[in-house]
């Protein structure tokens, strides 16, 4: 299965700062997802990033505040925009990826941002 | 919209002690995936199911699919110290896109 690689693992940020989170996956995929984990939660699905064409948000994330971008099938990059303390959360990345006989979905190790 | 609810929240067992987790969902699901969480770690994939009433097994894990492919559950035999993290159902809705449950954080005493 594929192989993701996240960073930066943890950082601590300012409020109204933005930052930049990359992923890098060892094998081309069409579709690379992002999550985001609150302390204690589950996922929740930020956005879906297709190369070539504009990511696709779902409900309560919009573009302006988590811009992302996939120049490659082996890249993506999501950014978290004017930081808040709400936007402490762990955040995944994601890929569809085969394993033995079935595709499952690998994470990202994720990136714990706290906003002080 | 799509919802999969996952109980329990919590369970904490003793060592050899049986535990189970059961998700539920709002629709029908073209297949359901379970992950699990280790502390302090990002969600492992454990396993798909995709046939209605489905079976499978790995080692101490049992999962199986219900009949009306709405509900989940993930069955461990005798736990063990190295069980212990968060097991997270999810279901695939259409696409490639995943509903996580709210996940079942197990603790288990030695």
């Known amino acids: 299965s594929a192989v993701i690689s996240q960073k930066p693992s943890r950082d601590i940020c300012q409020r109204g700062t933005s930052l930049t989170i990359q992923c890098q996956v060892d094998?081309?995929?069409?579709?690379m997802f992002w999550y985001r984990q609150q302390p204690g939660q589950s996922l929740t699905l930020i956005a879906t990033?297709?190369?070539?064409?504009?990511?696709?948000?779902e409900s309560g994330f919009v573009i302006d505040k988590f811009p992302i971008s996939r120049p490659n099938l082996t890249f993506s990059t999501l950014t978290v925009s004017n930081m808040s303390p709400e936007d402490s959360s762990i955040y995944l990345c994601?890929?569809?990826?085969?394993?033995?006989?079935?595709?499952?979905?690998?994470f990202g190790s994720g990136t714990r941002l706290t906003v002080v | 919209g799509q919802q999969v609810m996952q109980i329990p929240q919590y369970q904490h067992v003793q060592e050899g002690e049986d535990f189970t987790t059961y998700c539920n969902s709002s629709?029908?699901?073209?297949?359901i995936q379970w992950y699990k969480q280790r502390p302090g770690g990002h969600p492992v994939f454990l396993i798909q199911?995709?046939?209605?009433?489905e079976v499978k097994k790995q080692k101490r894990l049992t999962f199986q699919f219900g009949e009306a492919k709405k509900n989940s559950s993930l069955h461990i035999t005798a736990t063990q110290t190295t069980d212990v993290g968060t097991y997270f159902c999810?279901?695939?809705?259409?696409?490639?896109?995943?509903?996580f449950g709210a996940g079942t954080i197990l603790r288990v005493k030695s």
């Open positions: 629709t029908t699901l073209s297949n």
């Open positions: 094998s081309q995929v069409t579709m």
């Open positions: 990033a297709n190369q070539g064409s504009e990511a696709t948000y």
């Open positions: 199911l995709v046939k209605s009433g």
């Open positions: 999810a279901g695939r809705v259409g696409g490639n896109k995943l509903v």
């Open positions: 994601s890929v569809l990826s085969r394993g033995r006989s079935v595709y499952g979905y690998t």
